[in-house]
């Protein structure tokens, strides 16, 4: 079984950093992409970065010049570094993992952690 665990939330003020950051583990044979998916009250989930094994990014217009995506030294992790933070930002950020198997192509999701921007 595959298991995600974000770490590196928390409550900022407005300007602020907060660098997120989520490994994976357990049986992923392949990893096609990751990513950052967030989540605010009364909204539905959002891709908010993502990038993909050969190393292309992209973006959510909305953080686009704020938020910067990146792979770890270990290929089964990921980072999200959050700078300028709005009271928009405010959401769960969850992990995400396209990856494989010897046979099935999966979508992993991780518990999510939160990040609250307010002053």
């Known amino acids: 079984q595959v298991q995600l665990v974000e770490s590196g939330g928390g409550l900022v003020q407005p300007g602020g950093s907060l660098r997120l950051s989520c490994a994976a583990s357990?049986?992923?044979?392949?990893?096609?992409?990751m990513g950052w998916y967030r989540q605010a009250p009364g909204k539905e989930r959002e891709l908010v970065a993502g990038i993909t094994s050969g190393g292309s990014t992209s973006y959510a217009d909305s953080v686009k010049g704020r938020f910067t995506i990146s792979k770890g030294y270990a290929k089964n992790t990921v980072y999200l570094q959050m700078n300028s933070l709005k009271p928009e930002d405010t959401a769960v950020y969850y992990c995400?993992?396209?990856?494989?198997?010897?046979?099935?192509?999966?979508?992993?999701w991780g518990q999510g952690t939160q990040v609250t921007v307010s002053s």
């Open positions: 995400n993992v396209d990856g494989s198997d010897s046979t099935n192509r999966y979508d992993y």
């Open positions: 357990g049986r992923i044979f392949s990893i096609y992409a």
